[in-house]
């Protein structure tokens, strides 16, 4: 059972304007929402992470908007670059559990 | 400072053979985490430790996967006879503190069963 749905699969924006990828949970235990960036041959980094008790967070070009009625969560990736370019996974936990759920992943490709 | 290493980082091996992928973590991190990531997808929950105690492996797909961590640093995961259906990139991911969810992954371990 997919826990996290992830949209879209596939991207591509212009350099310079708004990237925009979004996921949907179920379980409404999940308390911890992160999202990763993953270049080719690399490792998930973590990017950014949100918890359900603030419905924004922002850090430099990246922010998650978080909607805990629609049990929605989105990356914003302001002023996109080329380097920006990569595939990204939602993911969920909750509390005690710690296991990460992942979303199916976006690619991201930012044309310059 | 030294992130997560695996090793190796690539594995061919044939099928009904036995395999061990270890993880190296990040100095000082107690909790550590195995995920199996098929190609154009998320990583997919195996199994994880608090220091050397096994605490959740609901994800391992049956009694051929194995994982241990004696010493609560290095870990290493096993699949006794290999099938083909066992090829994928293995990660091992580590956290600072047990219940945080701060997660930091290796490169992982590609395992090409023929």
């Known amino acids: 059972q997919q826990q996290v749905k992830q949209s879209p699969q596939s991207l591509i924006v212009q350099k310079g304007g708004i990237s925009i990828i979004n996921c949907a949970y179920e379980?409404?235990?999940?308390?911890?929402f992160p999202w990763y960036q993953q270049f080719p041959g690399k490792g998930p980094a973590l990017l950014i992470a949100i918890r359900p008790d603030v419905s924004e967070k922002k850090e430099g070009r990246f922010t998650i908007s978080f909607n805990k009625s629609a049990k929605q969560f989105s990356l914003h990736i302001m002023d996109s670059q080329p380097g920006d370019s990569a595939t990204y996974f939602c993911a969920a936990s909750m509390k005690g559990a710690q296991k990460l759920v992942f979303g199916q992943g976006t690619r991201l490709t930012i044309n310059p | 400072g030294a992130g997560v290493s695996q090793s190796p980082r690539y594995k061919v091996t044939k099928r009904g053979q036995d395999v061990a992928l270890r993880c190296d973590p990040i100095s000082g991190h107690v909790s550590l985490y195995w995920y199996r990531q098929a190609l154009g997808q998320g990583p997919e929950f195996l199994t994880y430790?608090?220091?050397?105690?096994?605490?959740?492996k609901s994800g391992l797909p049956n009694d051929r996967f194995s994982a241990e961590r004696p010493e609560g640093s290095i870990s290493t995961l096993t699949i006794q006879r290999t099938e083909q259906r066992d090829s994928a990139m293995y990660r091992c991911?580590?956290?600072?503190?047990?219940?945080?969810?701060?997660?930091?992954f290796g490169p992982g371990t590609r395992l090409t069963v023929t």
């Open positions: 430790f608090n220091y050397e105690a096994q605490q959740d």
């Open positions: 379980n409404t235990a999940f308390d911890y």
């Open positions: 991911a580590s956290s600072p503190m047990t219940g945080g969810n701060e997660q930091y």
